[in-house]
């Protein structure tokens, strides 16, 4: 995780999952394509042959739970030992706030301080970016500024996720309005500020114009209309300018953002396979995108899931050239289920493939042209070779 930026916005998993990121883990929920069952379905009975012994099956977690209703014990705490014992590393379970503030971040908002945070690699935890107008540049908290503590708490050698959750709190009582103090340091000072949260959106899509005829767009995650974004990005970038899709730490999101996505540079075609519980389903892009323009994929080890399957869909297509280092490697497929007590577990019942049959869950996307801290450059360097569009 040394050097990777975070956002620092939910989501959280739940009591020892694997990872906690910003939407890691979601390749589609039930509204993202009406492909997958909402969460009052009565489920499925097994994971597909490709996620055996890797996934909950629905059935068995929610009759723990039932069980521990009747019993009088909290049913949330039985799935979580169920889908611990599962294997299913990819699986979690929400309280029924924390999967209401996860739905809510897919809209493109979230509760917290406005702070972008990264690990070095002495592992101290820097600012590497504050949101204009939250409560940190409000405060005048900028970045390379040194993040010391959270509420008392030590955070050098602490993993970012760790960090990220103590920034946004408990996601059950950590609402707009709450405090947070951080011990910060900046050069030989050393000071502490008490934030309150705040009701923030994401700019989940950013665009900016580098010298030399070269737009980079860079999406931070799949939040509902990211993908009208880069259409609007794309139409409105000079025609001569070659386009750098910069998807480093993209940890996902919601699919149907990131079909429209691709659908900006192609023309219609596959975008990828996947199955659930054994049932072949695909996605296709929409005709009439930008087919000629040069294009670049800006990769690293943060990205993740969704990012993959629009990474994975363009190389395979022949429309953009990867640049970076080998994406994460999350290409399973989480279906939400409901509990008795109105928490959720979110279980993995399939995995999904590239447009030529490439399977992303554990082996990641390697880029056509690897490229470390200078990734921006060398992808601004391929986009040179590329040519002019016309």
Not at 156 to 166: A, E, I, Q, Y
Not at 192 to 218: N, Q, W
Not at 248 to 273: H, I, K, M, Q, W
Request: with cysteine.
């Amino acid at each position: 995780m040394s050097g990777r930026d975070l956002f620092c916005q939910p989501r959280r998993f739940r009591r020892g999952a694997a990872l906690t990121l910003v939407f890691a883990g979601v390749l589609v929920t039930g509204a993202a394509t009406d492909a997958f069952p909402d969460l009052d379905h009565p489920g499925h009975k097994a994971a597909s042959a490709d996620t055996a012994g890797t996934a909950s099956h629905p059935e068995e977690v929610r009759k723990a739970a039932a069980e521990a209703m009747a019993d009088g014990t909290s049913p949330m705490e039985a799935a979580e030992r169920a889908v611990s014992r599962s294997g299913d590393r990819w699986a979690a379970v929400y309280s029924e706030g924390e999967y209401q503030e996860f739905q809510e971040s897919l809209d493109g908002e979230y509760t917290g301080v406005g702070l972008w945070a990264r690990r070095e690699r002495d592992g101290r935890i820097e600012v590497s970016r504050v949101r204009a107008g939250s409560p940190a540049a409000d405060a005048g908290i900028r970045g390379g500024d040194r993040l010391r503590s959270v509420d008392g708490e030590k955070v050098d050698g602490r993993p970012v996720t760790d960090v990220v959750s103590l920034l946004r709190g408990d996601a059950d009582d950590a609402a707009a309005g709450t405090t947070v103090t951080l011990g910060l340091q900046r050069g030989t000072r050393a000071w502490t500020e008490t934030l309150r949260r705040a009701r923030l959106s994401t700019d989940s899509v950013t665009v900016r114009k580098l010298p030399g005829g070269v737009t980079v767009i860079r999406i931070a995650a799949f939040t509902k209309g990211s993908g009208d974004a880069v259409h609007t990005a794309v139409r409105q970038a000079p025609a001569a300018d070659g386009i750098i899709l910069d998807l480093r730490g993209n940890s996902g999101g919601l699919v149907t953002e990131a079909v429209s996505t691709a659908s900006a540079f192609l023309d219609g075609g596959l975008v990828a396979t996947y199955d659930v519980d054994g049932t072949p389903r695909s996605l296709h892009a929409e005709p009439g995108g930008d087919t000629t323009r040069p294009l670049v994929a800006l990769v690293d080890g943060g990205t993740m899931s969704a990012a993959e399957m629009l990474t994975g869909a363009l190389q395979d297509r022949g429309r953009a050239v990867v640049v970076g280092s080998r994406t994460f490697g999350k290409g399973s497929i989480q279906m939400p289920s409901r509990l008795p007590d109105g928490s959720v577990a979110e279980l993995t019942v399939g995995h999904y493939r590239t447009p030529s049959g490439h399977v992303v869950d554990g082996r990641g996307i390697t880029p056509d042209l690897e490229a470390g801290k200078q990734g921006l450059r060398r992808a601004e360097t391929v986009l040179t070779g590329l040519g002019d569009p016309s």
